[in-house]
């Protein structure tokens, strides 16, 4: 690969006419020379240089690990051996001597068996978890070449697992929970596509990445049940129960985390939930109903007109179900308005003019929504969802109907507390600018504003 990319460059560079002849000869003739070098004697010196290095060898861990599974995969060998020579009426002599290779008195894999060491636990641990990764990343695979995912699902899928194999080979159990904490982190692109949304009032970007996440947490949460299920039936058997019990707790702890993300996606959009679920299944129906024909076929039962007919049939559902939902996030300005009760009570040429000095937003899980100390330049009444104000002792939780934020502006002081969303809200800004008219224009909810207020400004006191 090396030699062919110097003969490229090379290439473009003797045919460059920019270039003195006396330039282009020398790149020609060096370019030449090391490839005929790296073909002469790096080429055939590599490998013996490898293994004299010892860079080619396996690491200890791997050479235990790789002895106990040959061990334990020829240690089934004999019984299955006699299974076969009784079924075929052979002798059990000529049985017992085939077998004896097996069983651990005599032949060289059972000499290779007999040498395995024992691991320390947290050198099996770790390589325990590097093969749950490797697991999970042919999960992914499956599902990929299933059709069960999309390509841009399944790339984020195999990212993932690539990042827990090499977390938990660099730094075991912390690196493994290091990388499984991301696919829960909101990234750089999630966070620019919010800061468009509340800046220009954009939502498309915001609602496509988020319907990538959901779908990626959701496909990550169906993997994640064959890798447990993975981890009960095998692990033990190579590396003992007490990694099998270790790594039941991380992928317990893993699973927990990511159902917790899923129930915050259905509470706040049950009806997107739910079709990316039916998607998925109906996926699964169609690949195993893919297999059954292609099984009937394999086995003659079905001629090759008839398989090409049910093939041509499927393919028109197989893409249907392939077309991801739209996620709409529901911020539309005069909805939100009509879920407050504030504003419900109003009447529909006041709600219009009320909703025209709000702005639509969306908080995801554990977003600061304002920060303790930085000045106040809106107050926000909560559509749906719910959100913590986090004040000494004890936090204050806020649900659909209720607002936060007003003290700064009234007062004109400083934030007196964090508000974190506990889930995903629908929230409607009100600037500061637009405080007084709103007063203005609708004396009975600036009175409700100042009376809430007054007793919070009092309970603070009090607290």
Do not use: W
């Not at 496509?208 to 947490?217: A, H, I, M, N, S």
């Amino acid at each position: 690969m090396r030699g062919a990319v110097s003969l490229a460059l090379a290439l473009a560079a003797t045919e460059n006419a920019a270039l003195p002849p006396e330039v282009r000869q020398f790149v020609g003739i060096l370019a030449t020379g090391f490839v005929l070098f790296t073909l002469v004697v790096t080429a055939p010196t590599m490998r013996p240089l490898m293994r004299l290095l010892k860079i080619s060898s396996l690491a200890p861990a791997e050479i235990a690990v790789s002895q106990r599974v040959i061990g334990l995969s020829l240690s089934s060998i004999p019984q299955e051996i006699e299974t076969v020579g009784r079924q075929h009426q052979i002798s059990p002599e000529i049985v017992a001597e085939v077998a004896k290779v097996y069983d651990g008195h005599g032949g060289e894999p059972a000499s290779a068996i007999s040498e395995t060491g024992e691991l320390p636990a947290t050198l099996r641990e770790r390589v325990a978890l590097y093969v749950l990764a490797d697991r999970e990343q042919e999960f992914c695979l499956e599902y990929f070449e299933s059709r069960t995912v999309s390509r841009r699902v399944a790339a984020a899928l195999l990212a993932h697992a690539a990042r827990l194999r090499d977390g938990a080979r660099s730094d075991g159990v912390a690196g493994y929970q290091r990388a499984a904490a991301r696919i829960l982190e909101f990234n750089a692109a999630l966070r620019l596509s919010r800061a468009i949304h509340h800046r220009l009032g954009i939502a498309r970007p915001l609602a496509r990445l988020l319907g990538d996440r959901f779908e990626v947490q959701l496909a990550t949460r169906f993997v994640l049940q064959n890798v447990i299920a993975f981890n009960r039936e095998q692990i033990e058997e190579v590396f003992g129960a007490g990694p099998r019990t270790a790594m039941a707790q991380q992928l317990d702890q893993r699973f927990t985390a990511i159902d917790r993300a899923i129930a915050a996606l259905k509470l706040q959009y049950p009806t997107y939930a739910r079709q990316l679920e039916l998607q998925f299944l109906a996926r699964m129906a169609a690949r195993l109903e893919e297999e059954r024909y292609r099984r009937l076929r394999a086995e003659s039962i079905i001629n090759q007109d008839i398989y090409e007919d049910l093939q041509r049939k499927l393919r028109p559902r197989r893409r249907a179900v392939e077309m991801r939902p739209t996620l709409d996030l529901g911020l539309k300005r005069e909805e939100l308005v009509g879920r407050v009760a504030m504003f419900a009570a109003l009447d529909p040429k006041s709600q219009h003019a009320v909703a025209r000095m709000l702005r639509p937003q969306l908080a995801v899980p554990d977003e600061v929504i304002v920060h303790k100390g930085e000045r106040g330049d809106a107050m926000y009444f909560i559509s749906s969802g719910a959100v913590e104000v986090r004040i000494s002792p004890t936090p204050v939780h806020l649900g659909s109907g209720d607002f936060f934020g007003e003290l700064a502006l009234l007062v004109a002081d400083r934030r007196n507390a964090d508000v974190v969303a506990l889930g995903y809200c629908q929230l409607l800004s009100l600037a500061a600018r637009d405080l007084h008219r709103l007063f203005g224009t609708e004396p009975a909810l600036r009175d409700q504003i100042h009376a809430v207020a007054q007793a919070r400004t009092a309970a603070a006191e009090t607290g």
